[in-house]
């Protein structure tokens, strides 16, 4: 079983649209959460940090549940700029090691 | 821009061959951290240098090695390669403090044949 998984898509939605990737850890010593946005051929970018109380940036929504070791990023209004890959990244409290998900591919159509 | 740059962009290698990739980090960190990403997937952890010391590894064979500099630039080397080790090598810098978010250079790509 993978230590961070993610449901790789693609996501096709129109703009406008509300879209909800999901991720799910196995390593509860995890201590930092983050999703990172990846443009094709691109260098991953960090999108947001994830609390457990939640934050929001705009349209995009990020949660935590410890308890299920899950983790939410919501988009809402869906632009064609939003078209990327979501990484889902987790640190445990051993080091400064990111473990990333898979990704899940978002396609925004016009 | 995230300051941190990666030479060269991209490399074409024969198998069994060596290669060494480089990697210049942000002004002021301290920290860096090398991941390789295979097409269509996340990248996955190398190894972490921290003050010229390695200070953390992946599940990666010791043929990929790596070297820290007082300045805090940073090369990896692969030895013997493979053809699975065709993929995308990022570094990425940060000051060495667990809460500090790691800024990724724009990576080489490597294709080894």
């Known amino acids: 079983r993978k230590e961070v998984e993610q449901d790789p898509g693609p996501f096709n939605v129109p703009e406008g649209a509300t879209v909800a990737f999901n991720c799910t850890y196995s390593n509860s010593a995890s201590q930092s959460f983050f999703w990172y946005r990846q443009d094709c051929r691109k260098e991953p970018k960090l999108l947001m940090s994830?609390?457990?109380s939640g934050n929001e940036d705009g349209r995009f929504t990020a949660q935590l549940n410890r308890a299920s070791q899950y983790i939410s990023l919501l988009i809402r209004d869906s632009k064609l700029s939003d078209s990327a890959t979501y990484l889902c990244v987790v640190r445990s409290n051993a080091g400064n090691m990111l473990t990333f998900g898979g990704g899940t591919r978002l396609m925004v159509k016009p | 821009e995230t300051g941190v740059t990666q030479s060269p962009t991209h490399l074409i290698k024969t198998r069994g061959q060596q290669v060494t990739l480089r990697c210049s980090s942000q002004?002021?960190?301290?920290?860096v951290s090398w991941y390789q990403q295979a097409l269509g997937q996340g990248p996955q952890f190398i190894f972490q240098y921290y003050r010229e010391e390695e200070n953390g590894r992946g599940n990666f064979p010791p043929r990929f090695s790596g070297l820290q500099f007082p300045n805090y630039s940073s090369e990896l080397n692969v030895n013997a390669l493979e053809l699975d080790d065709s993929a995308l090598y990022l570094c990425?810098?940060?000051?060495?403090?667990?809460?500090?978010?790691?800024?990724f250079g724009p990576g080489t790509r490597l294709l080894v044949l």
């Open positions: 002004s002021g960190h301290n920290t």
């Open positions: 994830v609390y457990s």
């Open positions: 990425a810098s940060s000051l060495w403090d667990r809460g500090e978010t790691q800024y």
